[in-house]
């Protein structure tokens, strides 16, 4: 493993009932994690992730900080043990992650937004009902090609460039509808409609961004320690001014994930950990790119072997 690295922290979808369960057994400022998140949520984060049920786990109210504290409590070992990334990046839900890793929001600050966000998302789904749908087969350029045309049945636009063969379109039922069946005409290898709460990235998420940004002035961002490569531009920051935008527009924007990871990959990056729950951004390099190393740090046992490999190279 090189020394020059990257931390990738996953999105919503990652989640699953049980998840970070073995962390918070095994350690007290874990424990003291899970606390200071349930007094801030209003909840019992820690028995909605450990417990479930699944439905309950699936809500976007949920999800966002269940993940979150996930991501983080790893991020907290890899700090003690003076691990660093040489860059970091989180798909959508995770750039918020990543940027607590970077240093430029506390666990508490970085929290408070997240907890807005997928209440402020939630209450958008609600209002304006919309729907996603993965397309797979495709170029980006035909994706946003496809969306142009569909754009005259409602509204549709690419909500995640995932990897060079997949993406993620957004909108209102009309306009995702006549997106798929553009993407079939198109000759995309596969299509379907994605079970989700409503049309993330797109223009319907409006009310939430107008939120989010009443929420990120009331939080303190400091100057990142570590580049973190925005969704929104594919391009690094450490400005804090500059994230708190890119957080705001990131709400109804596309997600760049794959032009992220050539980004990363064009300045000598090889190594990439997935710091979080799941496997998913792994797959997606994995899709991506030939030559990369991809760990990935979801449960104990593969952070004690992530530290111990990191260690021996130290050597």
């Keep these: 493993m090189d020394k020059k690295f990257a931390l990738v922290f996953p999105g919503q979808g990652s989640q699953y009932v049980g998840m970070a369960k073995d962390l918070y057994e095994s350690s007290s400022e874990v424990k003291e994690l899970y606390a200071k998140a349930s007094e801030s949520l209003e909840y019992d984060l820690a028995k909605v992730c450990f417990e479930g049920p699944e439905e309950l786990l699936v809500q ?12 983080v409590s790893l991020w907290q070992f890899l700090k003690k043990e003076g691990i660093l990334p040489s860059f970091v990046a989180g798909h959508s839900l995770g750039e918020y992650s990543a940027a607590v890793c970077a240093g430029f929001f506390s666990f508490g600050d970085g929290l408070k937004a997240v907890k807005h966000r997928s209440l402020l998302m939630q209450k958008a789904c609600d209002k304006e009902k919309g729907t996603m749908a993965a397309i797979i087969g495709l170029s980006g350029e035909k994706v946003l090609e496809l969306c142009k045309q569909a754009s005259n049945y ?16 957004t909108g209102d039922l009309k306009g995702v509808e006549k997106g798929v069946e553009l993407a079939k005409e198109f000759g995309a290898k596969r299509v379907m409609m994605l079970s989700v709460g409503g049309a993330y990235h797109s ?3 409006a009310l939430a961004k107008e939120g989010m940004a009443e929420v990120l002035n009331s ?19 450490k400005d804090p001014v500059e994230l708190k935008y890119l957080l705001i527009e990131q709400i109804t924007s596309s997600v760049l994930w794959h032009q992220s990871m050539e980004y990363l990959y064009s300045q000598g990056i090889k190594d990439f950990i997935e710091i979080g729950p799941g496997k998913v ?15 990935g740090i979801d449960k104990l046992s593969e952070l004690e072997q992530f530290v111990r490999e990191y260690q021996a190279v130290e050597v």
């Design 60 to 71: 976007t109210k949920y999800t966002q900080p269940a993940i979150f504290v996930h991501s």
């Design 154 to 169: 409602g509204i549709v636009q690419p909500a995640n460039f995932n990897s060079p063969d997949q993406v993620a379109i």
């Design 203 to 205: 223009p319907l998420m």
């Design 219 to 237: 939080v303190k961002i400091n100057p990142g320690q570590v580049p973190l490569i925005a969704n929104v531009t594919a391009t690094p920051t």
């Design 281 to 295: 951004l792994q797959g997606l390099l994995r899709r991506s790119f030939k030559e990369v190393n991809l760990f």
